[in-house]
């Protein structure tokens, strides 16, 4: 099979594709002819070396993806060969054309929603899913949604509109902030203007912090008494500094999601089921075969790809598209 290798630390053109065995079934684990790989930002910044983790090279990226059931080892019904499925690899193995999905941490796809939008949503859908909940959002309640043109922060959007709130959604440039609106924005900011803190408008009740750094901390600032700001992401290369000082000194609330795995299953399904009902839309912006995975990183880090970016391999071409 082929799969995309990290040899070394450093750029995207570190990541080359390479003919290798397939996995080894193992107990209670299926072996999957990937059609679809998700990529994160954060597997971005694991290539160059300055990620939240470090892993052991070489490896193979990659830890959610999409397809067909090939092969399962002791302990699974041999009934699913043939499934169409989602699952997580554990953090690696997933840039490739098969790979290995433990049994908790699989999901049948339902019948009506497509694949590739069902990958769309396994990570960025249950997140999104996971920090909403944890923000309590009440109707009514003003939110700011950072990198709302993104693959978390797109299906946010929608989450929170959905839930009452009013979506005030930042991000950068016209295209960017066009698509937050056609999502169900109130407002939409472009955080590239060096004014952008003034285009924000009045008071926020929360804050959802996908980015980190000076954009979070200027959007903390706009938080009311009683106003939460929810941390789950460092797009920007750092997490939002709020002292628990300062942020008692305002009456507001840092939260910082957690889930075990019970959470993280539930709050996959739930992400599944709204998409396969039409209620949660994932935007796939951008897709790349498999051996381009360099050049999907790439458009990544640029800051040009918008909602979520896929890995297709040979296996995709016979499954819908969305």
Do not use: C
């Not at 290539?47 to 699974?76: E, M, S």
């Not at 790979?99 to 396994?122: E, Q």
């Amino acid at each position: 099979m082929q799969a995309i290798w990290l040899r070394a630390f450093g750029g995207p053109a570190n990541l080359r594709a390479e003919q290798t065995p397939a996995p080894v079934l193992a107990p209670d684990t299926a072996l999957v002819d990937v059609a679809y790989a998700n990529i994160t930002f954060v597997e971005t910044q694991v290539r160059a070396g300055n990620g939240p983790f470090r892993p052991r090279l070489p490896f193979i990226p990659g830890n959610g993806v999409g397809g067909r059931i090939r092969a399962v080892g002791p302990g699974l019904d041999p009934a699913i060969v043939g499934t169409r499925v989602i699952g997580s690899t554990g953090g690696s193995g997933g840039y490739a054309e098969q790979a290995l999905v433990p049994a908790d941490v699989l999901y049948r796809v339902p019948d009506h929603l497509p694949l590739d939008a069902a990958v769309a949503v396994l990570a960025d859908g249950r997140t999104a899913s996971l920090v909403l909940a944890a923000a309590a959002v009440r109707p009514g309640e003003r939110v700011v949604v950072e990198a709302a043109a993104g693959g978390v922060g797109s299906l946010l959007t929608q989450l929170a509109k959905a839930a009452g709130a009013t979506v005030v959604a930042l991000a950068g440039g016209d295209r960017k902030t066009k698509l937050a609106l056609d999502l169900g924005a109130d407002h939409a900011v472009d955080y590239t203007a060096p004014d952008w803190p003034a285009r924000l408008g009045g008071p926020v009740d929360v804050v959802f912090d996908g980015v980190g750094g000076e954009i979070g901390r200027t959007a903390f600032a706009r938080l009311v008494r009683g106003g939460r700001l929810v941390s789950y992401g460092l797009a920007s290369g750092e997490w939002t500094a709020i002292s628990e000082t300062d942020a008692a000194a305002r009456g507001v609330t840092v939260v910082r999601p957690s889930a075990g795995p019970e959470d993280m299953r539930r709050h996959t399904d739930a992400a599944l089921l709204a998409a396969a009902e039409g209620r949660l839309r994932p935007v796939i912006g951008q897709r790349f075969r498999l051996d381009r995975a360099a050049d999907a990183h790439s458009v990544i880090e640029s800051r040009q790809a918008v909602g979520k970016t896929l890995l297709t391999t040979e296996y995709s071409d016979s499954e819908a598209v969305a």
